[in-house]
């Protein structure tokens, strides 16, 4: 059975917020502010490796990482976002933040993208150079090794460092970290 799920925004006021059916029946305002670029890419991503996770980014930058479960949604069919998901629903009637919808499929040389973490870091240095002095270079250095599971930002030394480590920690330093996305398949 392939469902489809409703993602709904909405601006009222100046605010950004969103909706998702079949687990919420009131709009909550994004944990994180959404860009505020004219044009803005969303990547919609489910993460199921414990429990439904949906994770919202918005040209790069997490806006939402929530999860749904029957804690956190008040409708009773929530378990619908269990399911297989074909598509993502915005209703026009319902969504007054978009204009218009484009599917936007990734460049043909990109073969991941990647989610910024705020706050947090990856544990231990990969092998080899790890410094670099920016996050272009950290990232496309982080691909071509086996022992890099994503980029932190030091901000006390003013370098991109690839690190080992692929669980994120949160950092008394206001580190910023990065790390390929989960369940993102490019096209």
Same mark, same amino acid.
């Given at each position: 059975?392939?469902?489809?799920?409703?993602y709904?925004?909405?601006?009222?006021?100046?605010?950004?917020?969103?909706?998702?059916?079949?687990?919420? +029946?009131?709009y909550?305002?994004?944990?994180?502010?959404?860009?505020?670029?004219t044009? =803005?890419?969303?990547i919609?991503?489910?993460?199921? +490796?414990?429990?439904?996770?949906?994770?919202?980014h918005?040209?790069?930058?997490?806006?939402?990482?929530?999860v749904?479960?029957?804690?956190?949604?008040?409708?009773r069919?929530?378990?619908?976002?269990? =399911?297989?998901?074909?598509?993502?629903?915005? !209703?026009?009637s319902? #969504?007054?933040?978009?204009?218009?919808? =484009?599917?936007?499929?990734?460049?043909?040389?990109? +073969?991941?993208i990647?989610c910024?973490? #705020?706050?947090?870091?990856?544990?231990?240095?990969s092998?080899?150079?790890?410094?670099?002095?920016?996050l272009?270079?950290?990232?496309?250095q982080?691909?071509?090794r086996?022992?890099?599971?994503?980029?932190?930002?030091?901000?006390?030394?003013?370098?991109? +460092?690839? !690190? !080992?480590g692929?669980?994120? !920690?949160?950092?008394?330093?206001?580190?910023?970290?990065?790390?390929?996305?989960?369940?993102?398949?490019?096209?």
């Amino acid at each position: 059975f392939l469902s489809k799920q409703w993602y709904q925004r909405r601006v009222r006021g100046k605010t950004l917020e969103y909706r998702l059916w079949v687990c919420s +029946t009131f709009y909550t305002v994004f944990p994180t502010t959404p860009s505020t670029a004219t044009e =803005k890419l969303w990547i919609i991503t489910i993460d199921r +490796t414990a429990g439904v996770r949906l994770i919202v980014h918005c040209n790069g930058e997490e806006v939402l990482n929530t999860v749904i479960s029957a804690k956190t949604c008040n409708w009773r069919n929530w378990n619908h976002w269990t =399911k297989d998901i074909e598509k993502i629903l915005f !209703r026009s009637s319902w #969504d007054t933040a978009s204009e218009y919808y =484009k599917l936007q499929p990734l460049p043909s040389k990109v +073969t991941h993208i990647w989610c910024k973490y #705020d706050g947090m870091y990856l544990s231990g240095y990969s092998r080899g150079v790890h410094n670099y002095s920016s996050l272009s270079q950290a990232e496309t250095q982080c691909s071509t090794r086996n022992d890099c599971g994503g980029v932190t930002y030091e901000p006390y030394t003013g370098y991109y +460092t690839l !690190r !080992r480590g692929t669980d994120l !920690r949160k950092s008394p330093s206001k580190e910023i970290s990065w790390k390929k996305c989960p369940n993102i398949i490019p096209y």
